[in-house]
């Protein structure tokens, strides 16, 4: 029984250092950006300069922006295009459903890498070329499976007696899927909606290859700043972001329930 | 009667299904075989002779020893990280899954999976400023210490290992998680009381029962650190170029898309086929 509770306290022990690991980098990335020095010299001397400075700096409110307006059209397109495609997996059966249901598989699993160079190649060949345009093909994309199948899951927990019991009380089909179908699934819908934000919010590798010198996402612009050689405007950036996503999974966590089956 | 009905419920599920669809056959289906066939063209968008259709695009991996060495040496980075990985989140998986319970299991498992969710740029970010020389690493050492050290991991391989492993460990967390949920407390029970040791629960039962969600884990690790290429960029400096990279060069420095297109598609395949290789076990799991 002894080694029982040595062995539990070393596993909780472990489990400290894991949380440490994961998150000192992200606390020091967060200090530093409240550091006077711009060399990211110890000891801090705090600060709040670096953040005011952002204000000024039009190209990172024009990124910010950017990846704003592109994440939150992404969302919009995305859910609309994702639950409809989820509805119909779950009410119809038809030939070749199985297939397409696999065929969500690859923009998930195929490395952005391949997936973003391929997409520039591709709309450059049809002459969409680069730029926030095809940004938002390329994010609605990746958004897409990642909605339908959380949607999906949603639609798991639905009883189709619900619908059918609608239906014969003459309800029409639209209003079957406004007033029965919807309101049931709208926890999934919403974590559907949020993953949507985050997968485009986030997004670095395909944005970086679709996007024009000049017009691009906030991660873009860390990027070609970062390879310049840092400064602690971007920690104070990066700060905002990281708080801004984590703030976001939290509440996607609550809708999606993680963990818990 | 039934089937004109039935034809209204096609209709109606092409109606539904074909929006999100067209999208993906746009954005991601054709792209995918626009570049199968770029990657047999002699000249991208940007030359001004005759294209032509060949196979120098891929003759040039397979002749040069350069770019297979490449491949090679980042399938062993996606090696070294996905046992990494494997090895410090079972464990880690284990506490939150078998010897925490209720809501603090509950806050404790979002707590290791939120930084996976949260942008990877800006935490490989932070790790370049944790790894830099004269740094963080350097003070608390020195504080700790005795003596004075220097360390100095930015832009090495190991500063690689670490963002990497940094990035990828709460997939392995996750997936394993799932499938020690799973596992019944009272076979581990019965397996004690019968007088079975640890060791034997471990290697007979536990292990043998998470396999899938270790499986699921590995792949989803191994699959895009062979194609990273922000990573080693960051942290690895010099050291850092890796099949990815030499991907990224192809198509925003040196403009050599078909090239890049074939590399592209070279590694593809083998993601493919890992994924082939992986599939009996996953598919074992559902």
Known sequence: MAMNRILMRLGRVYLGLILVFLYVPIMVMAAMSFNASEFYQLPIVFTTDWYARLWNNSAILDAAWNSIWIASVTTIIATALGTAAAIAFFRYDFRGKAILQVLLFP????????????????????????????????????????????????????????????????????????????????????????????????????SYFLSKPGDVTLPVLIYSAIRKGFTPEINAVSTIIIVFSMAMMVVVARYAKFGER | MGATLRQRDNFRAVLLISPAYLWLLVAV????????????????????????????????????GFYSKLLWRSLKLGAVVTALCLLIGFPCAYVLAKTIKGRWREALFLLVILPFWSNSLVRIFSWAIVLRGNGVIDATLNKLLPFEVSVNLMFTYSAVVIGLVHS??????????????????????????????????????ILPLSLPGLVAGGVLVFVPVVGSFMEPRILGGRAGTFFGTVIEDQFVAVFNWPLGAALSFTLLAVVLLILAVASPVLKRAQ
Not at chain 1, 147 to 165: G, K, N, S, Y
Not at chain 2, 181 to 205: H, K
């Open chain 2, 29 to 64: 289906f054709l792209p995918l075989s626009a570049m199968l066939f770029f990657s047999f063209l002699s000249e991208g968008p940007f030359g001004d002779g005759a294209r032509q259709l060949v196979l120098q695009n891929y003759l040039e991996f397979f002749e040069k």
């Open chain 1, 107 to 206: 923009p998930i699993a195929i490395p952005w890498l391949i997936t973003g160079t391929a997409m520039l190649i591709f709309f450059f060949a049809i002459g969409i070329g680069r730029g926030s345009r095809a940004v938002l093909l390329g994010h609605v994309a990746l958004a897409l499976p990642y909605v339908i199948v959380v949607v999906t899951a949603r639609l798991r927990t639905f009883d189709p007696q619900l619908e059918e019991a609608a239906r014969s009380l003459g309800a029409s089909s639209w209003e079957v899927t406004r007033f029965v179908t919807l309101p049931w699934i709208a926890p999934g819908v919403t974590a559907g909606a949020l993953f949507a934000f985050a997968v485009s919010f986030d997004q670095f590798v395909v």
């Open chain 2, 168 to 205: 990828y460990l709460p997939y392995v967390i996750l997936t394993s998680y799932l499938t020690l949920q799973a596992i019944d407390d009272s076979l581990i029970d019965a397996a004690r009381s019968l007088g079975a040791p640890r060791r034997t629960i471990l290697l007979r039962i």
